[in-house]
């Protein structure tokens, strides 16, 4: 007598569909509007494995380098991208700025001097 092994077993019967794909199918089917609502099953992959040299050492100078270029070559592409004020604007908004920050400053110097005479009126 020749004894099944287990995976034969297996290879005679079909996957069962997971619940969340049964209910979207369910939804679907009956209801037409629920087709365009539904949204497919999520299938999530499984987390990256560290490598015990990656934890030992931290990964070699080499990479550090590699990923050091890259970074500045992508950034020398975002930097070409970048909208540039005219020098008229640059003025502008320079000019701006340094009028709202005397304005606070002059704000915030009164204040505290008023402050201070208060607190000397108070104590005396």
Known sequence: MKKK???SAKKNTKPKPRSAEVKQKATTDKNPVAKSIAKPA???TPPKKVSEKGKEKGGSIGQY???????????KIE??????P????????????????LF?????????F????????IVG
């Open 65 to 75: 380098i590699q990923k050091a270029g890259q970074f500045l070559r992508e950034s």
């Open 42 to 44: 999520v299938t999530r």
């Open 86 to 101: 005219t020098r008229k604007e640059l003025l502008a908004t320079t000019g701006v700025v340094i009028v709202l920050t």
């Open 5 to 7: 092994s287990k995976n």
């Open 104 to 112: 606070c400053a002059l704000y915030l110097g009164l204040v505290d």
């Open 114 to 121: 008023g402050l201070i005479k208060l607190i000397k009126h």
């Open 79 to 84: 930097l070409k991208k970048v909208k540039w």
